[in-house]
């Protein structure tokens, strides 16, 4: 007679087994954790490089026209500007009327204007735009910014679309990192941004001062 022995299968891993998966899951996550910091950084280095090429531009625009883009009024019959549409024209309904404020009729046309003058690049009937969200030349009244800006800022650029995270970074790059001061300010302030499970919220709007 013969006796059979029926070893019973090892079931689960050894501890070995399961720090070397610990130890993969935990370079995953630093790798998707540097990943997403690339990525953030690229965005936010993107948005200030689209700030600095409006501002640029505005500046540049003013300089050439005496007005700035929106706010100038426009010869209905020999545009100063080719091929600028007659709603952006004396009379016409986005029409700028040359009082140093970019209304809010009066931002409709302010980045064909940029566009159709050859200052940035862009379809002339669509808003300037980065990879979050328009970019819009207004006054201060319609900045939508938490605390109002000083009185020598009359007009501003209006980004949409700006998570607290970008935002207060870009504000700590080119301005004093707080939301509610300086030449940048945002629609929710340092307090709502930082507070934990906010950091990722959109701001309504995120200026920045011409």
Do not use: W
């Amino acid at each position: 007679m013969s006796l059979l022995v029926v070893r019973n299968k090892r079931a689960g891993f050894t501890l070995v087994e399961l720090s070397i998966v610990m130890v993969i899951i935990a370079i995953l996550a630093v790798a998707i954790l540097r990943s997403q910091s690339v990525i953030d950084t690229a965005n936010v280095t993107e948005v200030i490089k689209s700030i600095g090429d409006v501002r640029a531009a505005v500046g540049t625009f003013k300089q050439r026209y005496h007005y700035l883009p929106g706010d100038f009024p426009i010869d209905r019959v020999n545009p100063e500007i080719p091929n600028v549409q007659a709603a952006c024209r004396i009379s016409g309904a986005n029409a700028g009327n040359g009082n140093g404020s970019i209304e809010p009729i009066e931002s409709v046309c302010a980045s064909e204007d940029l566009i159709r003058a050859e200052l940035i690049e862009g379809d002339p009937l669509q808003p300037i735009a980065n990879r979050f969200g328009n970019v819009t030349l207004a006054r201060v009244a319609n900045s939508g910014a938490t605390v109002a800006f000083p009185a020598t800022v009359q007009n501003v650029l209006v980004l949409t679309n700006i998570s607290c995270a970008v935002a207060l970074e870009i504000d700590r790059k080119i301005d004093d990192g707080d939301l509610t001061s300086g030449t940048v300010r945002g629609s929710k302030n340092n307090t709502f941004c930082t507070t934990p499970g906010n950091e990722k919220i959109v701001l309504a709007s995120f200026a920045v001062a011409l």
